[in-house]
């Protein structure tokens, strides 16, 4: 993965200065909250409820050992010893101290990290498949690109104050793992007919209160002009997209609102006096980046060990972990392990300081010193042997992390949540943790399968719901807390967006209500058909009928502050 160069440090270093005279003259009053917000907010800090909250850039996902070591010191010293990896690939603390604050970015700029462009209206962190580089079907490893594209957005003044916060995804496989579709722009790598590299783009998508998914502007575009046609966009969003309404600012709603085709035109026009200029990306500079990305020492092993299959003959618990969470490499006697953060009692995508540690010294041992972050709030072993499956499955037992619920309904993506964003107008974890609880039996969720279940506390839609085969959206009624469900959302290849099944429901009915959905799927369903084929081959009508057939009961849950109570 890549390494920082003496700019990289410079620029940090410098940063991380800037910052801490910042925050002490905030302390001694010296800067008004008004006028610190914007400075903190361009280093990843944000007011909420309880304490400060540090949000941690981990580009297209990718970790070393070290780096993660660093976030488990972090934990300890700063937070109530945990961290809480996000849907964008990065990493969250909910309990800092503002004073810490330049202390915690110094100690991450020593391991080539920092927390720039994860929050205000720029550039975030880009984010990509977390596969890339092993993933059987991949096409081309987009990784170099998504670094590329990283090194160009950070601190370029074109982006630097955007009508609102600006994503992006790229994928590099067959298979779409980056939820490219929702994104303010999606890069699909693809090869043309005479073989050569370049992106299909796709702009305008994005959830939150207007969920949209993007069109497609450009079919092929040569690998050579990524930057400046995305800077062609961002021109146009610059210049026309909407400053006076917060909910309307996002490039999304400027693309429906001149239509994908004529927004395309204006990017081409723009593009003309881009293409060809200083930005054009040479194969020199991609040769150079592609570089830190060069494929392990891998060994020379047969196809299929013979070990792994004997495990899996004689041991059930580990055939079920082997099924869920081991996924297909493109190098013969490897697999990727994919380390489930969705244990039963904890909030989706938390990590405690100790398995941060656990996890490093499992990369370290078993897949080179690194790992990897999903989207889906997990950790990923990109690069281990079949042979040493068991051993890695034994180990992780013994930390919480090896779940065999990937892909499943427990596998649930959820945001904070009320319990900690300031934004959020209901709780997210403690409805996670009692639908864990209602659906706790393994061979239950294996019998049900395939299910994506997302869950946001607020219209922002950081849980992803919109997407969620089973959508939560927390909602605000009269001062109480209500829950809005929606069914037939996807990402990926297929990517849709939800539609809401009718009135919302208390926090005490919602586990019940997931009960009557999947009753409704189990009773309805074809051979071999998954949740989403069977929600989008019925539509919303027979799970509607179900869930307000006859009342449902409230039912006591984890109450107020379930998920700030939980320690670690």
């Not at 004529?262 to 150079?288: N, S, Y």
């Not at 039963?344 to 938390?350: F, I, L, M």
């Not at 996670?432 to 393994?442: C, E, K, P, S």
């Amino acid at each position: 993965m890549y390494r920082y160069d003496h700019h990289d440090h410079q620029i940090i270093k410098e940063r991380v200065a800037q910052f801490r005279d910042q925050v002490r003259r905030r302390i001694a009053d010296e800067l008004s909250e008004d006028e610190f917000r914007i400075l903190r907010l361009q280093n990843g800090l944000y007011l909420q409820r309880h304490a400060y909250m540090l949000r941690v850039a981990i580009p297209y996902g990718m970790l070393r050992s070290p780096q993660i070591r660093q976030f488990a010191d972090i934990a300890r010293k700063y937070d109530r010893g945990y961290g809480h990896f996000t849907t964008r690939q990065n990493i969250q603390y909910n309990w800092i101290n503002l004073e810490d604050t330049p202390d915690i970015l110094e100690q991450l700029a020593a391991v080539e990290m920092h927390a720039i462009q994860t929050s205000g209206n720029c550039m975030r962190n880009i984010t990509s498949d977390q596969f890339a580089g092993v993933a059987a079907d991949e096409i081309i490893d987009p990784r170099p690109y998504a670094e590329i594209l990283r090194q160009w957005t950070t601190f370029h003044p074109e982006f630097a104050y955007l009508p609102r916060k600006f994503k992006i995804a790229i994928n590099g496989a067959q298979e779409d793992r980056a939820a490219i579709a929702v994104h303010d722009i999606g890069l699909t790598v693809v090869r043309n007919e005479l073989g050569e590299i370049g992106f299909t783009v796709m702009v305008g998508g994005g959830m939150g209160r207007t969920p949209i998914l993007g069109s497609v502007i450009r079919e092929f575009l040569p690998w050579q002009h990524v930057m400046t046609y995305l800077e062609a966009i961002l021109r146009i969003y610059n210049q026309y997209g909407r400053r006076d309404n917060i909910y309307k600012a996002r490039i999304k709603i400027l693309v429906k609102a001149l239509g994908a085709e004529e927004f395309a035109r204006q990017v081409e026009e723009e593009w003309l006096d881009l293409k060809d200029g200083p930005a054009t990306l040479t194969q020199e500079e991609l040769a150079r980046v592609a570089s830190y990305f060069s494929s392990p020492a891998y060994a020379s092993l047969p196809a299929l060990d013979a070990g792994y299959v004997q495990h899996q003959q004689e041991n059930k618990a580990f055939a079920n972990w082997v099924k869920r969470n081991v996924k297909p490499h493109k190098v013969a006697g490897y697999a990727s392990v994919v380390l489930s953060l969705k244990k039963p009692g904890v909030p989706p995508g938390d990590a405690s300081a100790g398995q941060m540690d656990f996890v490093a010294d499992l990369a370290d041992q078993y897949s080179f010193g690194e790992l990897r972050v999903t989207h889906e709030q997990n950790l990923v072993l990109a690069d281990v042997r079949q042979s040493d499956l068991f051993a890695v499955w034994q180990e992780a037992k013994t930390h919480g992390l090896a779940t065999p619920n990937i892909g499943l309904l427990t596998d649930m993506i959820c945001c904070p949540g009320g319990d900690f964003c300031a934004l959020a107008n209901a709780k997210s974890i403690p409805i996670a943790l009692d639908i864990t609880d209602r659906f706790n039996d393994l061979d239950y969720l294996h019998d049900i399968g395939e299910l994506e279940l997302n869950m946001s506390g607020c219209i922002n839609a950081c849980g992803h719901h919109h997407v969620g085969n089973i959508g939560i959206l927390g909602v605000d009624k009269d001062g109480s807390e209500w829950y809005q469900v929606s069914i037939g959302g996807a990402q990926g290849n297929h990517a849709a967006i939800g539609k809401i099944i009718g009135p919302s429901f208390s926090a005490g009915q919602m586990p019940e209500v997931i009960e009557r959905i999947i009753r409704v799927y189990l009773r309805e369903r074809l051979e071999n058909e998954r949740f989403i084929d069977t929600a989008q081959r019925l539509g919303i009508a027979p799970f509607k009928e179900v869930v307000y057939a006859t009342p449902i009961k409230t039912v006591e849950h984890r109450g107020e502050d379930a998920g700030a109570a939980l320690a670690y």
